[in-house]
């Protein structure tokens, strides 16, 4: 009797220091996949039970096909960060738990100190699927040191396209052999940036108020607003001012702006951080500014980009509870300032963005 005691206290000890474990699926690449890690590790340093194993999974569209690959092989991790562009059709193969659902439950989480205009984005049909995490929209990065040499105002980006063009054709230097050496402009090509130019100038994509008031039918980008921003990529390249990287060539892209090939670049405030260091190492002045629009276009605005936290269903219990502590873990202010310093993604509360101000 007294060895059967001994061994329920020895099983109850065992359970009580076991470790809850999670898996977290990322697409941050290069710096961000150590600060990612280590905010999971401080995560487990203030929470002791739970284990968190992070992955970075490759691209947003890798992550989101091994994703699909591993619940049909009915291996999903706990948590994975999807792109905006992912919302649908993760509603769609329904195999994650709303947040909505999580947040009903917990009356420890307040979702009034969350920007209402983050919170409406992954809302579909009025209801909240995932947790806003990584949200930032383009601007417009250029080389200050560069506009200096080439008689440019440093404080005036340009404004407008024909502003854009004009800057390029001063800022574009060729060898006697008609070899760029340095060019005025580059951007990843991506059909994001497309997406950005036609909402900049408060034009849909698609029908059903660009999807929002409804399940888009059909495309609608076939106006004015578009053709504009062909005209202005077919100006820029045809003339020998941009430079064109890969397709989707996010990387390249930077590298052409980093290494001073290029004084102008569009990409994501997520790489604000990367940029600052950068024109520090290399001895440039960086300045930044909204993307230009077309100076008879109506006024429009940038389209959140980024992407959100989701928890998959088919877990035990235990674990989705210690799946929905990580979650609202990352998503508080400490979090989000220090993520936000990290890289140039937005902090998507409120009170981040009071807390940083008042630094």
């Avoid at 008031?213 to 495309?219: E, V």
Wanted: include cysteine.
């Amino acid at each position: 009797m007294r060895k059967l005691l001994i061994v329920i206290l020895l099983v109850s000890v065992i359970f009580a220091f076991a470790k809850v474990k999670i898996q977290f699926w990322h697409a941050m690449g290069g710096w961000r996949i150590e600060l990612l890690q280590k905010m999971a590790e401080e995560f487990m340093k203030q929470n002791p039970d739970i284990e968190v194993e992070v992955q970075y999974t490759g691209s947003y569209r890798d992550t989101l096909n091994k994703l699909i690959a591993a619940v049909k092989a009915g291996t999903p991790p706990h948590v994975v960060q999807i792109y905006e562009i992912g919302t649908q059709v993760m509603i769609d193969g329904d195999i994650a738990i709303p947040i909505e659902d999580l947040i009903k439950k917990d009356p420890t989480f307040d979702i009034g100190k969350f920007l209402p205009q983050v919170l409406n984005y992954y809302r579909v049909n009025g209801k909240l699927y995932s947790m806003p995490f990584n949200s930032s929209n383009p601007i417009l990065y250029y080389n200050k040191t560069l506009f200096k040499k080439a008689g440019l105002d440093p404080e005036k980006p340009p404004r407008t396209f024909e502003e854009l063009i004009e800057y390029c054709r001063k800022l574009t230097i060729k060898d006697e052999k008609g070899n760029i050496v340095q060019a005025g402009i580059t951007w990843p090509l991506h059909s994001w940036f497309f997406e950005q130019f036609v909402a900049l100038q408060n034009a849909p994509l698609v029908d059903n108020d660009n999807g929002r008031s409804g399940r888009p039918t059909k495309a609608v980008f076939n106006h004015e607003a578009a053709r504009r921003f062909f005209r202005l990529w077919y100006t820029l390249s045809k003339e020998g001012i941009m430079i064109n990287t890969k397709k989707e060539d996010w990387t390249g892209a930077r590298q052409l702006f980093i290494s001073q090939k290029v004084a102008m670049l569009i990409s994501s405030t997520s790489d604000v951080k990367l940029m600052m260091d950068a024109a520090k190492e290399n001895g440039f002045e960086l300045g930044t500014a909204f993307l230009p629009k077309p100076k008879e276009a109506e006024q429009g605005g940038v389209v959140i980009g980024g992407g959100s936290l989701w928890i998959i269903k088919g877990h035990p219990k235990d674990e989705i509870e210690a799946a929905w502590k990580f979650v609202k873990w990352m998503a508080e202010p400490e979090q989000q300032i220090k993520w936000h310093l990290g890289t140039g993604y937005f902090p998507v509360r409120k009170d981040a963005i009071e807390g940083l101000l008042y630094k």
